[in-house]
C-alpha cells in the first residue's frame, strides 16, 4: 500500500519537474526494497536529463549495475 502512494507521488512530481523531490521518493523506494537496478536507472535518469548533473547520473549508474552487471543502458550511459 505505501509503494502505491509513494509511486503516486513520484508520478505527481514528475508531472510538475518536482525532480529533487521524485529523487527523495525513489530513494525512499529504494529503501523499501524495491527492484534497486531499475529505480536506481530511474534516479540516473534524472539527474542526467532534468537536472544535468553527470556526476551524480554516473554514480547512480554504476550503482545499477552493481545490481544488474549486464545492463546494457547503464553500460551504454557509462559510456556517454
Not at 508520478?11 to 537496478?37: I, Q
Given at each position: ?10 508520478a505527481l ?27 536506481l536507472k ?28 549486464d545492463d ?9
Amino acid at each position: 500500500k505505501y509503494l502505491e502512494v509513494l509511486r503516486s507521488l513520484q508520478a505527481l512530481c514528475e508531472s510538475h519537474a518536482r525532480w529533487p523531490t521524485l529523487l527523495m521518493a525513489l530513494e525512499r523506494e529504494l529503501e523499501l526494497g524495491a527492484d534497486r537496478a531499475s529505480t536506481l536507472k530511474r534516479m540516473a535518469s534524472v539527474w542526467e536529463t532534468k537536472l544535468k548533473n553527470a556526476f551524480e547520473a554516473k554514480e547512480h549508474w554504476r550503482r545499477a549495475l552493481r545490481h544488474a552487471p549486464d545492463d546494457a543502458e547503464a553500460l551504454a550511459a557509462l559510456d556517454r
